[in-house]
């Protein structure tokens, strides 16, 4: 029951070694171009090659549409462009696709966006484990206990980062915030599983877990599905973001919550139970 969590944990570490995961604008900065109220789609190819060769540096394009009217969203690594350098980028992107000049946006993501970013991501990411460490330990009164859920619990987060990394999966606000909702669905599940094994009245531990568990994986199943829906029916970059670490997530909150902690939870039941002999 250890092995397989314990595996999976190891090929991910690796995958965070060799790979690391990588930064969105959000956190790296560069340069963002808006075009809004297009008719066609252009080339994507096109467009992208125009930015580049007007700025220099490599440009992703992205399609976006808002209320039937199609858009571009043009990303660059180009930082803190100057005022001018921006207004001549927007009159000749404009010129180049056909469209008014005010159907054309360039914002900069320099150094103020990004540190203000970073440092909502590290405020986010400091306080809530320590919130939810005491809030579980006040409810058990055990470390032993405390400390297998918010294993369990950082696996999950540990495992989502690093099949990011596998994918390619950019860590952005919107995967920042899947993060932590997932932090708060893995607490849930194995605050289900530790009370129905400490707590839970009839049956012995082992068909309490076993209870506990058909109850977990049905709200997993559920919620699974809900987020693939919404993954596969939207266009959206940011729902993409958010339920992607929240969906691989799920998948290993079922190994490391009714394996891995499953088996540390008996195991500590199941010995304090064993009576001493006289």
């Known amino acids: 029951m250890l092995i397989p969590p314990l595996v999976l944990a190891l090929f991910f570490l690796g995958c965070l070694l060799v790979r690391g995961v990588p930064l969105s ?3 790296r900065g560069g340069t963002l171009i808006q075009v809004r109220g297009m008719e066609n789609y ?3 190819g096109e467009v992208g090659g125009i930015v580049e060769n007007l700025l220099g540096g490599k440009a992703e394009v992205k399609l976006t549409s808002y209320g039937g009217l199609h858009g571009l969203d043009i990303e660059t690594d180009n930082l803190d462009l ?7 980028l927007r009159l000749s992107l404009a010129q180049e696709l056909g469209v008014s000049e005010n159907q054309v946006t360039v914002y900069n993501m320099g150094s103020v966006l990004t540190s203000l970013s970073k440092s909502q991501a ?16 006040l409810n058990f009164r055990s470390l032993k206990t405390s400390g297998s859920i918010l294993g369990s619990v950082w696996l999950n987060v540990f495992d989502a ?8 999966v950019n860590l952005s606000m919107g995967s920042m915030a899947g993060l932590l909702m997932l932090l708060g669905y893995s607490d849930d599940t194995n605050t289900l599983l530790v009370t129905a094994v400490e707590k839970g009245v009839g049956g012995t531990p082992r068909e309490r877990a076993a209870t506990a568990m058909k109850t977990g994986l049905m ?7 809900t987020l693939l829906f919404v993954n596969l029916l939207t266009t959206s970059t940011l729902v993409d973001e958010l339920t992607f670490p929240l969906l691989v997530g799920m998948v290993f909150d079922v190994v490391n919550t009714w394996f891995l902690n499953a088996a540390l939870a008996l195991g500590k039941k199941e010995r304090r139970e ?4 006289l």
């Not at 100057?82 to 001549?88: D, F, L």
């Not at 709200?219 to 599905?225: E, I, P, R, S, Y």
């Open 161 to 168: 980062l690093g099949c990011m990394a596998l994918a390619g």
């Open 122 to 137: 590290r405020n986010a990411l400091a306080v809530a484990p320590i919130l939810m460490a005491l809030v579980i330990f």
């Open 219 to 225: 709200v997993n199943g559920t919620t699974f599905l």
């Open 42 to 44: 252009p080339q994507l």
């Open 25 to 27: 604008r959000d956190f």
């Open 82 to 88: 100057p005022q001018g350098v921006r207004e001549n």
């Open 274 to 277: 064993i009576p001493v002999a």
